[in-house]
């Protein structure tokens, strides 16, 4: 076994989570390995040349994705009097100062066309008079939202994206095929190591990887995010020391459905953008108090005043109230919503909804350049597991659908460009990693829940050194003796890249002393661009075990690294 330094600022990170010897290990060959299968996976399978094998992997049933959920739509400059300078404006304005700006122009202006892609695909967008139905959500300045059945956009995506992949016969899907790490030899990304619904480890080797493994909201208790969503791609990157980048800034998605007991369903932004608006347990209308643009601000400012509206009258949530509303036209516009509030009781056209704010979005995650290149050679990344720069401290609402379609196609087509050029042959490479056992028993799912409770506590849309502190000890504590074990499941393989990824975000956000975006330090509640317009970085030495924090490699570098 390796030996590992520890140090009290970071954990015992072991490169692989299984023990394996590839000389005597089941083995599957592909040009193109893509881990996980969401919008942004599929649509990098769609872009690899038919001539190269490719294999998608995804851990739970391919419509299980955080891509499915989504309701509000995909935000694009379809409209004649919209502009693109106008939603990057939009995007730079939500993003805190932080985003790359080549970055933004390029994704918005890539919108109308692959909007018109999934139309061609068969998409049903929502119409009107002929002509697609429009919506507006926060920090938007005009209507540029596309939706489909009301407030099903990603199921209607994800069923029209899904036909068009399983129709290719170049590609191959598989369900429930857990990724747990990634095989890396001499400095180069080669595959995965994939355990099936036969519990057998497979190794699958390919000339290039894509990974879209979405984003990590379970680590939090209060999440719209399904349950596959454990952040386990950037913990498989982290571990094959990948860089992560801005690790602090998770989106926490204002209004999220607060019933004791229930699952945490969210409350799509656009219902707000259709005038409905946020009161506190007396009723009052408080948005207007902290921000102009009252309930149409950006996600990070009325998540945080929701959370200081919460403390103020010391209860549990807030409400949505549509009262004021077309009732006919509110039930037509937001039937999924109207469907799971009913399950409780709650008529949406004249009862107020309890909300509060749940883990949404991960806005950083695996550094890619503007064709998803990481900086590992062999590995390239799109999607919600990437922090490519567009959304910088702060996503503006429905661009992640959009980045998603843009990036899953630049990724797609550079790696397939990447396989036709390669001189690697396919073959198994000597790699192994020896088997050292724990086998006391151990309670798997009462550490996941301490875990996402500390989080919420401490990590959460407020946040500051004394608590972030705590979560980091804690989390230490956790790993001494989680880390340490080799799982035979995945429900251990999840709790061991929770943790990983739960560090990383607690070291990060002490690091990044200043408030910017969804980032929100109590303890430094202003903006510091003089010391703080900058990016955070985390990679592993994967010869010691030990991470640092840094500043990014610019995209220059990583295009060199490949």
Known sequence: MRSYRREKTSMMTPRYLMPFDTRRSLHRFTDVLIIGGGLAGLRAANAVESNRSVLVVTKDKLRESNSNYAQGGIAGVVDPDDRFEDHVIDTMDAGGNLCDCGTVDMVIREGPRRIEELIRWGTRFDEADGILALGREGGHSRERIVHAQGDSTGAEIMRAVIDRTRSLPNVEIWDN?????????????????????DNRPLMVWAKETILCTGGAGQVYRESTNPP???????????????????????????????????????ITEAIRGEGAHLVDASGHRFMPEYDSRAELAPRDVVSQSIIRQMNVTKHPCVYLDLAHLDAEKVRKRFPGIAQACAK?????????????????????????????????????????????????ANRLASNSLLEGLVYGAHAGEAASRAAAESVNKLEALPIQHPIHLQRESFDVADVRVSLKSLMGRWAGVERDAGGLREAEDSIRSFAAYVMSRQFDTVEGWELQNMLLVASCVV??????????????RSDFPHTDDDNWRRHLTQQIDVDGGHPKIGEPLEPNEITRSN
Do not use: K
């Open 177 to 197: 095929a857990f990724t747990v790490d990634l095989l890396t030899y001499e400095g180069r990304c080669r595959g995965a190591i994939i355990v099936g619904p």
């Open 228 to 266: 596959v969503a454990t952040g386990d791609g950037l913990a498989i990157a982290y571990r094959a020391g990948v860089q992560l980048r801005d690790m602090e800034f998770i989106q926490f998605h204002p209004t999220v459905l607060y019933i004791a007991g229930s699952s945490r369903s969210l």
């Open 344 to 392: 409780f009781g709650l008529d949406i056209t004249s009862d107020r909804i309890p909300v509060r704010p749940g883990a949404h979005y991960m806005i950083g995650g695996v550094t890619v350049d503007r064709q998803g290149r990481t900086s590992l050679p062999g590995l390239w990344a799109a999607g919600e597991a990437t922090s490519s720069g567009l959304h910088g």
């Open 507 to 520: 070291r990060s956000a002490l690091a990044r002393n200043e408030s910017r975006g969804v980032h929100f």
